[in-house]
């Protein structure tokens, strides 16, 4: 019984193994046989492929093994393999499969032949028949070339490729996308089925706005070459756009109304719905026309509306033109309108200019005046356009009408105008003619022509005279300036044109022309003209060299160069004042002559070799009156003062330099003389009234041994003084100073210099603090003590006081270098933003070596002159009524203080507490008294405050030659006296 179940078991197994690989039996053999016998795969389509499986089966009595399996025939169009891995060995009644593929490469019949071999004993290869035919089947692709336009981003569109099959087989068609932005484009493969024909969808959806950089290769069939097609597409930001993206109406008169076409455009190439149009703001001045809507834009349409601006306020206004557009990403086309209530108007004068008959060379300017001359909130104008085209038929250059270009646009505020100069520079005989065309926003039309005509005559070569022929500025401090002349005649018995009087060589920036440069001038026989030239002396110091150039109608010299040099470097001289202005003049009337005074300011002494004037522009109208005769030593401390008269006999601006040769300057100092001589009568004096906010206030105290009875007086004022100072709130700077000059009195003197103070503050010597303010403790009581200078001098010079104390070296110097005394220098009293005063006090009259006037003048130079306030004397001295105590009337220190606005106050008062409330309160309040600068004749005196003519409220006080106010005018207020000028 087990016997035969594992007999059973054995055949079993025997069946099973298949194709595994064992020991054959040596008594018998295999037979392989292949199913089926034949294989026909009939048509397929070339490229393509059909498959089908063959077994072989082993249905021999012994184990065989299939060796190997290939196709003769028809090379590469069929293939064969084994469905699993090999060794590939059969037991009887197992099978192993094949695979057969045909996959035609060409078209017709491919017939082949599947060859097996085994190791069977008896025949070992087996033969299949294979038959197939290829067949020429893809499909045919149209158009080649595809064009989705311009559509807008987040939109989609859609376009077919025609694809067609011809054949009776199915054919796989498969699109391919190439290039950068292959992601914004979709499409599919599709399977056409025997001669079908149908259309296969591309889909463009832009995620960005720009051109596309794209390719589409499309496969007909599974292995074909690809079909190459061609895209163009764009993907917009916007479809529809309004053109202009903005509506300005511009400035409109709220009586008027202005239209203005708005357009929307649809840029792309698909239709696109516009459904509504509303204006989303209440301001009611914006219109339009009925919009026909809804309305379809076609692809590149343009359609219109008319828009309206009808300002019903003054002032701007603004909406917003709000069109529904039936779009995901731009649901809306916004415009915004602006319009301004209130238009700019347009004033030009004048519209057209006759230059007359001028000489060929010459240069004749004419200022066209454009303003915009509308109301206030009436908006900007803007210049957009200026052209000067000639009207004479001539080439624009030819015919000597030029306009100075102008940067545009320019844009004019209300009120705001801009200056046009058009010039007629004639080179050829006969008329000439521009017209200038302006184009500017204007509501009432945007252009405007100005007419321009003239005519050029001939005329002989100049021959004018230049004095200088070159100009020397000698020496001049550095940081200072100053300023010279240029006289040109003709004292032939033509005219002369000269032209382009500028600077040529500006000696590194050092050299100008103050007035600018001038243009043209044509001088008649007999006539003159003078210009100034300026040297700004450099901080370095050194050598400076330069030129001004003067153009005349001389062919045979046409170009005029005059040199100019100067130099500069710190001097040992201090002058005041630094240049001498005699103002106009008239001939029968010349000014009184003016004092400049120098001093030595160094610790050496110097030599003066000579003292003259220099070549001007007129040489002989300023003169030297009794000069000092040279050469001479001046020892430190010491000065001179020099006389100069001007003579005004020459009508025209004279200007000469003055100079003082001093040992230690290579070239002369230099002080500039200027006079105007006219036949002119009339002179506008003009004053900015002063706030008092910051005052420098300097006590100027008589130190000779007649104060006896007045110091111990002086000294007992000074809390009044200061409690009226600071109950007004002022920022005050306070010193004191002496008359005295020179040591050589008698008695005994506080402050360390024996009454000698010569401008340096009290107390020199430092012994107690010299320069006070607010801030300072005790500042009655310090100020007591620095008043109570004793009395030790010998002759009242209270004028040279102030002037030392106030000029360099001693205002600039913390020490005075010329005196033994350390730190006696007054350095960092004088501000320059406040006002300044001085009081003196005295009981005898000033002796100063110069002039009230070159005082006075001195002071004015430091603070500005006809500013009040700015500078105001005050002096508590004797008077005329006098008194057994004083000296006489002081009628030099009555003279300053006129001059200046101020006011003398008795010294003959027994307490002067009062005296020196008023003079607080009246130096630190507005100004009620305006100093004229020359005589009037009285019954010409007009007085404007503000620009509004005042006839009431002021009087005129000849004794002090003075406008006085029964009510000052307020701060900062513009004071213009008018008057004719009386002969002193």
């Not at 022929?469 to 000698?474: E, K, N, Q, S, T």
Request: a negative charge; glycine letters at 10%.
């Amino acid at each position: 019984m087990s016997k035969r179940w594992g007999l059973w078991v054995l055949a079993v197994l025997v069946v099973l193994t298949g194709c595994e690989d064992r020991d054959r039996p040596v008594s018998a053999d295999g037979r392989l046989t292949a199913t089926p016998g034949g294989v026909d795969l009939q048509r397929v389509a070339m490229f393509d492929g059909r498959e089908v499986e063959v077994v072989l089966r082993n249905v021999g009595r012994a184990r065989l093994n299939v060796d190997e399996a290939w196709v003769e025939g028809a090379a590469g169009a069929w293939q064969v393999a084994f469905t699993h891995e090999g060794p590939h060995a059969l037991v009887p009644g197992s099978e192993c499969v094949l695979r057969v593929r045909f996959n035609p490469q060409q078209e017709g019949a491919l017939p082949a032949t599947l060859v097996v071999r085994s190791d069977a004993l008896k025949d070992p290869v087996v033969r299949v028949p294979l038959q197939g035919v290829g067949v020429d089947a893809w499909a045919r692709v149209t158009p080649r070339k595809l064009d989705f336009g311009r559509i807008e981003v987040e939109a989609t569109k859609t376009l077919a490729l025609t694809v067609s099959n011809p054949t009776d087989l199915p054919v796989e068609v498969t699109p391919k996308l190439l290039g950068a932005q292959k992601d914004e484009f979709v499409a599919e493969p599709i399977i056409l089925g025997p001669s079908e024909e149908r259309e296969l969808p591309i889909t463009f959806a832009p995620t960005k706005a720009g051109h596309k950089q794209v390719a589409l290769a499309v496969s007909p069939c599974k292995g074909c070459a690809d079909v190459a097609v061609q895209v163009s597409a764009e993907g917009l930001d916007r479809a529809v756009v309004a053109e202009p993206a903005e509506l300005d109406f511009g400035s409109i008169p709220v009586d008027q109304e202005r239209v203005r076409p708005l357009r929307l455009h649809n840029l792309s190439t698909e239709p696109m719905t516009v459904t509504s149009l509303t204006l989303t703001s209440t301001e009611a001045s914006f219109t339009h026309g009925p919009p026909p809507l809804p309305l379809v834009l076609g692809p590149g349409e343009v359609r219109t509306w008319d828009f309206r601006y009808s300002p019903g306020h003054m002032g701007p206004a603004e909406n917003l033109a709000s069109f529904r557009v039936e779009s995901r990403r731009n649901p809306t086309t916004d415009v915004p309108l602006r319009g301004f209530g209130g238009a700019a108007e347009l004033c030009v004068s004048p519209l057209s200019h006759d230059f007359g008959r001028q000489p060929l060379g010459s240069k004749t300017a004419r200022i066209i005046n454009v303003k915009n001359c509308g109301a206030a909130n009436g908006g900007p104008l803007t210049i957009h356009g200026l052209e000067l085209e000639p009207t004479d038929g001539s080439a624009g250059a030819d015919n000597g009408l030029h306009l100075v270009p102008v940067t545009l646009p320019y844009r004019l505020r209300p009120g705001e105008e801009v200056n046009l100069k058009v010039f007629f520079e004639p080179t050829r005989e006969g008329a000439a003619a521009s017209r200038l065309v302006m184009r500017t926003d204007v509501y009432s039309g945007d252009t405007t022509t100005l007419n321009f005509r003239g005519a050029g005559e001939q005329h002989g070569p100049c021959r004018v005279d230049y004095t200088p022929l070159a100009v020397d500025f000698g020496t001049v401090q550095p940081g200072r300036g100053a300023v010279l002349g240029v006289k040109v005649d003709n004292p032939s018995e033509d005219l002369c044109a000269v032209k382009n009087i500028r600077m040529r060589d500006t000696g590194g920036g050092v050299f100008s022309l103050p007035g600018g440069d001038l243009d043209g001038v044509v001088v008649y026989p007999g006539d003159s003209f003078s210009f100034m030239v300026a040297f700004a002396a450099p901080l370095t110091g050194g050598d400076f060299l330069g030129s001004v150039q003067i153009e005349q109608w001389d062919p045979a010299n046409p170009l005029v160069i005059i040199p100019l040099k100067g130099h500069t470097q710190n001097t040992c001289l201090v002058v005041s004042p630094r240049y001498v202005d005699y103002g106009v003049s008239r001939p029968d009337c010349s000014p009184a002559p003016r004092e400049v005074n120098y001093i030595n300011g160094c610790q050496a002494p110097l030599t003066v070799s000579g003292v003259r004037i220099g070549s001007g522009t007129t040489d002989g109208e300023f003169v030297l009156r009794d000069p000092p005769p040279t050469p001479f030593t001046l020892a430190p401390g010491d000065a001179f003062t020099v006389s100069v008269e001007y003579l005004a006999q020459v009508f025209g601006l004279n200007l000469s330099p003055l100079f003082v040769e001093s040992s230690d300057l290579p070239a002369p100092m230099l002080v500039p003389l200027v006079g105007e001589s006219s036949k002119r009568l009339d002179k506008t004096d003009q004053f900015i009234q002063q706030d008092g906010a910051k005052v420098d206030v300097l006590f100027v105290v008589d130190n000779t041994a007649s104060m006896v009875e007045e110091q111990p007086r002086l000294v007992a004022s000074m809390p009044a003084f200061v409690e009226a100072a600071l109950a007004k709130g002022v920022d005050l700077n306070i010193a004191v100073t002496t008359t005295g000059i020179d040591p050589g009195g008698t008695g005994t003197c506080p402050g360390g210099v024996q009454g000698a103070e010569a401008g340096r503050f009290f107390p020199a010597d430092n012994s107690g603090p010299r320069i006070l303010n607010r801030q300072t403790p005790d500042l009655a009581g310090v100020l007591k003590n620095n008043v109570n200078v004793g009395q030790c001098a010998a002759v009242e010079q209270g004028f040279e006081a102030v002037r030392r104390a106030l000029s360099p070296p001693l205002v600039t110097s913390a020490d005075d270098v010329r005196t033994p005394q350390p730190n006696d220098g007054n350095q960092g009293f004088l501000r320059d933003e406040a006002a300044l005063v001085v009081v003196f006090v005295g009981d005898e009259d000033d002796h100063s070596p110069d002039s009230v006037d070159t005082y006075v003048r001195f002071l004015q130079a430091r603070k500005g002159e006809n500013q009040p306030q700015r500078m105001t004397l005050y002096a508590i001295a004797p008077t005329a009524e006098g008194c057994p105590t004083s000296g006489g009337g002081g009628t030099r220190y009555a003279e300053a203080a006129a001059r200046t606005g101020g006011e003398v106050l008795s010294i003959c008062s027994a307490d002067y507490s009062p005296l020196m409330r008023s003079v607080a309160n009246k130096a630190f309040s507005p100004q009620d008294r305006f100093p004229l600068s020359e005589q009037p004749d009285p019954g010409s005196i007009a007085v404007s405050v503000n620009g509004t003519r005042v006839t009431e409220g002021w009087s005129y006080d000849g004794a002090t030659n003075s406008v006085v106010f029964t009510a000052a005018p307020a701060a900062g207020a513009k004071v213009e006296i008018y008057y004719r000028r009386a002969c002193e």
